[in-house]
DNA sequence: ACTAAGCGGAGATCATACCTCCGCTTATAC
DNA sequence: GTATAAGCGGAGGTATGATCTCCGCTTAGT
């Protein structure tokens, strides 16, 4: 990961630095996927058990350290799109991407968040989005040419898609890390062609007590 | 409405306090409706064309103001359930509920947050959400019992759903306000128990530069 | 024309982030 | 063993942004 390994070029770290660095960065990635990045350095620092001033050492701001932490994020998806396009049944393919791609951001609330808004390195996610698109095309293309996929949805509804169904994870998440997928299966049976039943829901529904605790949670 | 007219028992305005009231109210809903609750009553105000002092002297902060409002707003969406357990066909009666709770809160940024946060007076909104509920898992029911309706969504997946909606309208409201009745279809061809073809989706698709343009402005 | 009611808006107050600074500690090289 | 550069913690500086108060002036209503 390039970002654990040390920069070519730059000094070495004296080890208990070194040894700092990474708890911070362990703990940075587990504050940013659990709670978002809104999550404050002081807190990073509390929960690595440094303190602030050891983290703006290694990191000249936020910026820097989300950026460390979400260039392998996002290689991840593209990588889970280039997969897909390998199926050899183009609807099981868009199938694994979508649901792959929405479950990665309910498991990482940073993720998501660096993934639609413009925080952090505006160039590398730019990047990743640039490469990004194209392999959504040919994906929902094939799927199309295939007559699974319904066909006048355009490439463009398949990310806004994902962020709706990764915004109603983040919501639920708490009270019920899988209720998502029930969402991503309706929404997947929207976009079929045709079909003689749904397909079967994963999760259970919530209970209407579970469903109050989320309106009292926000 | 209740919000305008003065309530029984307190002593009458002064004509120039009671058209500010106005002012007030109609800034405040057009304010909350167009970017949300977290809109300051300093904006509020200046948009009013009043001074702040003058909207505290009649609000005694801002979750007053805001159930003020959203009295009404609640009890359209269940005054829309009422309307929709009449249809003789239970599926578009259902599709018309539906539709029409996303809708609100997609026009509403402040319904929206009202509805599944806990802001405002408590009380009111829990009693409302209260009575919309049975309704809920009656329209469910009718729809399910008729054969339309996928028989394992369950009546707590409904509000959830139609949070999910509200939510991919409010990113994309700016760009293209009408663009999530596309994923109201595509969700609601979901729902179904089997069709032969996808319903005809509303809207136009976004454009790649105008996805590119929700990412930018988030 | 008198006065209670109302007005505007500067600024007090509070909350919350990000980030810096500096006196002390420690790893490492010699 | 010791010198020293590197690193450390965390109190607090700074900036921002929101809610709400206060008070000298204005105005509606009798």
Redesign the pocket.
Known sequence: MSATSPIEGE?R?????A??RRLILDAAREAFAARGL?V???EI?RWA??????V???F????SLIDALFEDGIGEVVALAEDALDYEDSWAGFVHWFEGFVAMQAQDRGLKEVLLSSRGSQQRIAAASERLLPLISRLVKRAQDAGELRADVRPTDIPLMGRMLAGIADITADVSPELFRRYVAIALDGLRVSRDAPSRLPARALKLEQLEAIRRAQ
């Not at 770290?13 to 630095?17: K, T, Y």
């Open positions: 000094r770290l004296r080890r208990d630095a040894r700092n809104h404050t350095l002081d620092a058990g440094v303190g602030v001033g050891t703006y050492r290694r000249a701001d936020k910026e």
